[in-house]
């Protein structure tokens, strides 16, 4: 699978900051979220673009290697007066060790071409699908360079078809299937889902992250450090689903190939995937429990 032992092919939290407030950086790396995406696009005024833009630049030269790494900033769109500039502070931003891009409106491949190039080697980048063309143009998206994994701008996307979707947002069931399966056709890790506007209470969170669970959704945007624990939450293998999986791959390993009954249930290949998957995550949370 394309770049699955890059260090964020697994993050679930997707934490956003506005650049404009760098002393929020640090607070958000230590929130508990496993990516930082510092936002020069909608969180900024437009007459504050270019300080912001500077602010980040001298913000990130304070943070650990580590740190750096957890980061990604959302530029602006392509076609906007800002998007040349922020182009050319993330050619610098990833020399320092930022982990690359979110781009916003993310419709043709060329504007990832183009910031393939801009990044050099360890820069990548994470599209937002939040157009119907850029649905229509997902499988390209997907596969272009430097692409890591895609998220789902929900709410930019109802705008743009029309829509007015219900609070258990039934009506984009489709539309959030079309991310998954164009991320696994590009084999890319699973994607991001959308944020939840809601910032007070923490059970509307955990029930949208866990319908991005369910629907094959591998993280989801946060726009406030409350709904990182939450995210996690919905994330991380309970007791019992840890030792179920546990369970599976012990008794896998030792039939060596051949077929194996696990509390009266056929073990076969989907089984034993999700069972790995279900380590993996265990795995993460205990990694993040440690760096908090």
Known sequence: MKFENHPLACATSWLFVPASRPERIGKALASGADAVIVDLEDAVAPADKDAARDALLGAMQTLAAPQRARVLVRINAPGTQWFDGDVRALRELCQQGCAGAVLPKAEEAAALELLADAMGDGGVVVPIIESVWGLHCIDTIAQAPKVLRLAFGHLDFQVDAGMACAADETELVPVRL????????????????????????????????????????????????MQVAEVNAAYTPSGAQLQSAQQVLAAAEAAQGGVCVVNGRMVDAPVIALARKTVLRHQLATRRAETV
């Open 178 to 225: 079309a991310v998954v399966l164009a991320s696994r056709r590009a084999q890319l890790p699973a994607p991001i889902d959308g944020v939840t506007v809601n910032t007070q209470d923490g059970s509307v969170v955990r029930t949208d992250a866990e319908r991005a669970v369910r629907g094959g959704f591998g993280g989801k945007l946060c726009i406030h450090p």
